[in-house]
């Protein structure tokens, strides 16, 4: 999960001021072995990052068994406009594992013995500004 963290901080903000756009990282860990990232807008604004990794970077793979973990849930089934898939329905289709973060626990870890305010750990994490 940290490294999913990590991976969330190069998160693109989309080049629009109508909503803020969160940042999220995505690990994968394939069946071989093998591990990739993406993170939201890495390879064009607006993707999520669960959309990069599944569709982009792996589409022509076979994920049985794979893992993936995510610092935010992904998009529920019809959040998106037709004929976009959400990402909730993009995980089941393609037979992998999903594993969402704690931030609730990585709170409390970092920021309730600093006395930091619960609004500036999301500031500091989840601000797309």
Known sequence: MEMAIEVMKNSI???RYDKASPKVGAIL???DGSVDTASRGELRHGDHAEF???ERKHRNKDLTGSMLFSTLEPCA????N???LSCAERVGSSRLRYRRGN?????????DNGKKSRRAYLADNYSSA
């Not at 089934?77 to 998106?80: F, I, K, Y």
């Not at 931030?103 to 920021?111: D, E, G, T």
């Open 29 to 31: 860990v394939i069946s």
């Open 77 to 80: 089934p019809g959040s998106r």
């Open 103 to 111: 931030v609730p626990s990585l709170y409390r870890k970092r920021y």
């Open 52 to 54: 990069t990794l599944l």
């Open 13 to 15: 903000h989309e080049p």
């Open 82 to 84: 037709h004929p976009k």
